[in-house]
């Protein structure tokens, strides 16, 4: 199943995983795979750290995913600094918003964080933030792909990346993104069907992954959304995706930095147990539900701000979640895809590539025996 | 890709066409496939002519979908006649409904019928209306499947079906239902995710398929919801689907019984452009989103009534869109599934399995030639 970027990258499988953990991309792409780690949550000094850690512990190669999206509040005010811009941004949100939040965590008797943990609000979640992360990948030679994950890059990043001999492709849900991506000059699309967990559109892998497919000609695609085990790779490769993007399934492997009771969250969910909300980034995104989705949807609650600004007024809750994931049990953030219902035991990293291997060849050799074959 | 199910109703390709229109039926069936005729818009006595014509026109065997819910406002009132029972459930139908779609209707300038035309509300969307049609179906010997479409059907129809040598199935969104199904002693499942027409879970295609697969072990799951394409049937087959469900398809064949306009708006119609409603049937169903889908989702509109009794405010509506369709553009009845998107021309249904069948052939040689093989 060796495809043609697979011989671009010096990869063995087209197996890309997605994840927060430094642990987990390295395990993956030492497995034969290419781990991707999310920055999104990183500053530029905490992403050198971690990529400096990647480079010692990864035979070849890995990939970095960033946030730049094209559409956000604040977009366009050039020239500050990420401190800055913050503190621009940080006007914009309303109290009503900061006070809402408070008294969902304070009426689940989710402590504060201590004092002293005082935290950066933005996070990477715009091209202001986003862009030192660029300089600190470029620093890094095993660093050999990046992915951007809402809307083309920026024209400099794409050059910048591009001419360092790195590929740079970007996610998108629907022909029409896939296609500005491919006018913008990107090496790859990742396609991902809605029920896939994190930002997504609404149309389902199914459907979607053939037409960016036809779209998009020779330009790869990587399919993403709903993949867990190796007869969806199959599925992808028979529709024509030249590999499999994951992400949700590397959330319950052993090496994850995900708090055990997080863990156990997801692996007692099924699939009809996520929903598409735009209560913690500010964009629709898919995650389980549970007391925070449900409060931001009530009629008589405020609604969802655009992004960065609902990051900025949840950002306090996701880092109270990780602290005290049993109180935050039940509104914590917990981005997955509706393949959470596949989850169900904790495995190592490497045993999951061997398996979507392993299952990959069996639905080959299915489809071989229905038609005739050994 | 023959299966064991396509040797128990002795046809060539696994291919189950789904359609309210006899000839597209009789074509599919007639190309090597199994045409399904929809039975949920006739009386018995209309099914009774249906059926008559497709003993004439199919060479082989065909099948019959009725609409037996599990649930329904009304059930288990027994002793009445089809017509008792519909006037007792129309007391239970506000006013304020009525006027609510009368009211849409006439702003958008949809004619009312002819006054001669009164037509019956229920039409089988009860056990009490589809009895009589289950009576009908075992007179015609070549209607060889039948299959049920919201939920298991009760028991003395399973039996009674069974005993006649009929092979009798039912669709279900979810592993819950599947095992239900199993435990029931039906001969096989149809299985539909969220991206489908029609009434539909929550669960995508790519997730659903391979749990219920697992789920119900030895018993055959067709595999429904965003198939169009041979790409999708070899996905399919690949995680071990034993045949593909589709519909949406066959609304845009040149034997479809869809009046031109209607036809015209499937053609035009992306794959965003569908939501799931509850707005027709009373049930969450997928269709194309417009003026009367939005309308039923506004706060301060009447809520949808539950099955049957939405339809018996809706079905009005059906049919003035169906006579009158370029009146009836921005609020006519479109159930269709995701793959609308990739619907964009008008074929014959022979050669829609034709298709089918060679675009499953190169994707399975496009998985073989990836593993090495010729």
Redesign the interface.
Known sequence: ???EICERLGIEFPIFAFTHCRDVAAAVSNAGGLGVLGAVGFTAEQLEVELAWLDEHVQGVYGVDLVIPSKYEGKGIDGLSPEELEAKLAELVPQEHRDFAEKILADHGVPKLPEDEHHNQLLGWTATTAGPQVEVILRHPKAKLVANALGTPPEDVIKQVQDSGRLIGALCG??KHALNHKRAGLDFVVCQ???GGGHC????????W??VIDAVGDLPVLAA???G?G??V???????AAGAWTGSVWLTVEEANVPPAQMQTYIDA???DTVRSRAWTGKPARMLRNDWTAAWEQ?DTPDPLPMPLQMMVALDGVKRGHRYPEAAKDVNFNPV???V??MNRVERSADVVNRLIQEY?E??E???K??GGA
């Open positions: 199943m060796r495809t629907s022909v069907g809605t029920e559109g609404e149309v389902s892998s199914m459907v979607l053939p037409q959304g709903g993949i085990n007869r969806q199959a599925a992808a490769m028979a529709m024509g099924t699939s009809h009629a895809g509706q393949i219902g596949m060849v639905a080959c299915r489809l071989n229905l038609n």
